[in-house]
Nanobody, 122 residues
């Protein structure tokens, strides 16, 4: 079993950048594919980005492609999401999650963090 803790959220203005981190404990991060998801108030959870075990495959939602970058540092047991050119519609709670194999559906992910709030003002 793995425990995930996100950090790095906050209140920013449109156009600003943030970097989210997700630290894993309990088991090594290298054992899992990892993903970022987000959920805005009143909306369903949506996929943001995912990275495979080893980092050879990366996927992004169309809405963040070109602006967000997912990366992993298995030596530090940490997953990152660099978010540039943030937009107000990016306001949401951002969650990291771990899965046996990489995917874009939340149902494929077995372990979840508690989330970190990102608020983008216009």
């Amino acid at each position: 079993q793995v425990q995930l803790v996100e950090s790095g959220g906050g209140l920013v203005q449109a156009g600003d950048s943030l970097r989210l981190s997700c630290v894993a404990s309990g088991r090594t991060l290298s054992s899992y594919a990892m993903g970022w998801f987000r959920q805005a108030p009143g909306k369903e959870r949506e996929f943001v980005a995912a990275i495979s075990w080893g980092g050879s495959s990366i996927y992004y939602a169309d809405s963040v492609k070109g602006r967000f970058t997912i990366s992993r540092d298995d030596a530090r047991n940490t997953l990152y999401l660099q978010m540039n050119s943030l937009k107000p519609e990016g306001t949401a709670v951002y969650y990291c999650a771990a899965a046996p194999t990489v995917g874009v559906s939340g149902y494929e992910y077995r372990y979840w963090g508690q989330g970190t709030q990102v608020t983008v003002s216009s």
